[in-house]
C-alpha cells in the first residue's frame, strides 16, 4: 500500500514563501516521476512542477523563475518551494508520483495567497 502525504500548506501573504512537501511511504520502490499540480474550484487540475528520473525537470510559465521543485530520493520525498507567491497562486496544491508505473496522488494541501 503507497500512501502520499503532504505538509507545509497555509496562509501567506503576496510575496511570502511557503515550501510543500510530500513523502511517499509504504511499498516503496522504482518512483520515476515526482510532480506538483493545483486545482481552483471550477478549473481542471493543471501542472505546476515535474521532475523525472533522468533528471528532466518542467515548470508551469507561471511559475518559472519562483517556484523550485526538488526531490530526496532517499527519504521518497518531493518538495516544492515558492517564493513570490501572488493571489493566483491560491490553489489545492496536490503532488503525485509514479512508482513502477503507476500513479499515486497526495491528499492536497490548501494554499491561500491573501493580505
Known amino acids: 500500500q503507497v500512501q502520499l502525504v503532504e505538509s507545509g500548506g497555509g496562509l501567506v501573504q503576496p510575496g511570502g514563501s511557503l515550501r510543500l512537501s510530500c513523502a511517499a511511504s509504504?511499498?516503496?520502490?522504482?518512483?520515476?516521476?515526482m510532480g506538483w499540480y493545483r486545482q481552483t474550484p471550477g478549473k481542471q487540475r493543471e501542472l505546476v512542477a515535474n521532475t523525472a528520473l533522468g533528471g528532466t525537470i518542467t515548470y508551469a510559465d507561471s511559475v518559472k523563475g519562483r517556484f523550485t521543485i526538488s526531490r530526496d530520493a532517499a527519504k521518497n520525498t518531493v518538495y516544492l518551494q515558492m517564493n513570490s507567491l501572488q493571489p493566483e497562486d491560491t490553489a489545492v496544491y496536490y503532488c503525485?508520483?509514479?512508482?513502477?508505473?503507476?500513479?499515486?496522488w497526495g491528499q492536497g494541501t490548501q494554499v491561500t495567497v491573501s493580505s
Open positions: 509504504g511499498s516503496i520502490f522504482g518512483i520515476n516521476f
Open positions: 503525485t508520483m509514479r512508482i513502477r508505473g503507476k500513479p499515486y
